[in-house]
T-cell receptor, first 112, second 112 residues
């Protein structure tokens, strides 16, 4: 059974700093990897996804995947107060309408 | 962007009664999901649904649970009868065949 763990549990960073979040998974057959962001009381919303080893950048956000290490990460450049939220990583066996396995989340607070 | 709505946002019910949670998915999506999140735990996949049928369900999807989408209206999760351990936030999601699952803001169910 897939086990997804996130670290750290929480993070407080100053505005403008780089934020790094980690996610490990247990099933080496996992194929698709997601980061979701959830502001308080709102719906989780997908930020980025990746399926092949390496790095993918979209604006201030970069995702790294290392399948051999069973690890992926999210990096936020120039963190803004609006980035304060709960960040959830999720893993699936394919990109085709399957249930996602989520981590517990990392709560990020960016102070001005 | 596309939005998933969930009705109601909160529901309080006595143990043993029936409850129906409603989800209004993104209009052109054909795949639907329910997830359950107990306080302090990660969000866990319950079931996904396509073309009138359950495609995949987890061990959390008890016999007391059922899902349907009558005549293309709301996608519903019915619990009958409810138990104390059903108290949780239930998230609905929808997607096309590939790609991002769009989540609703959740329904908080309290079983007394």
């Amino acid at each position: 059974q897939q086990n997804v763990q996130q670290s750290p549990e929480s993070l407080i960073v100053p505005e403008g700093a780089r934020t790094s979040l980690n996610c490990t998974f247990s099933d080496s057959a996992s194929q698709y990897f997601w980061w979701y962001r959830q502001h308080s009381g709102k719906a989780p919303k997908a930020l980025m996804s990746i399926f092949s080893n390496g790095e993918k950048e979209e604006g201030r956000f970069t995702i790294h995947l290392n399948k051999a290490s069973l690890h992926f990460s999210l990096h936020i450049r120039d963190s803004q107060p609006s980035d304060s939220a709960l960040y959830l990583c999720a893993v699936s066996m394919s990109n085709y309408a399957q249930g996602l396995t989520f981590g517990l989340g990392t709560r990020v607070s960016v102070f001005p | 962007g596309p939005k998933v709505l969930q009705i109601p946002s909160h529901q309080i019910i006595d143990m043993g009664q029936m409850v129906t949670l409603n989800c209004d998915p993104v209009s052109n999506h054909l795949y639907f999901y329910w997830y359950k999140q107990i306080l302090g735990q990660q969000m866990e996949f319950l079931v996904n649904f396509y073309n009138g049928k359950v495609m995949e369900k987890s061990k959390l999807f008890k016999d007391q649970f059922s899902v349907e989408r009558p005549d293309g209206s709301y996608f519903t999760l019915k619990i009958q009868p409810t138990a104390l351990e059903d108290s949780a936030v239930y998230f609905c999601a929808s997607s096309s065949y590939r790609g991002e699952q769009f989540f609703g803001p959740g329904t908080r169910l309290t079983v007394l």
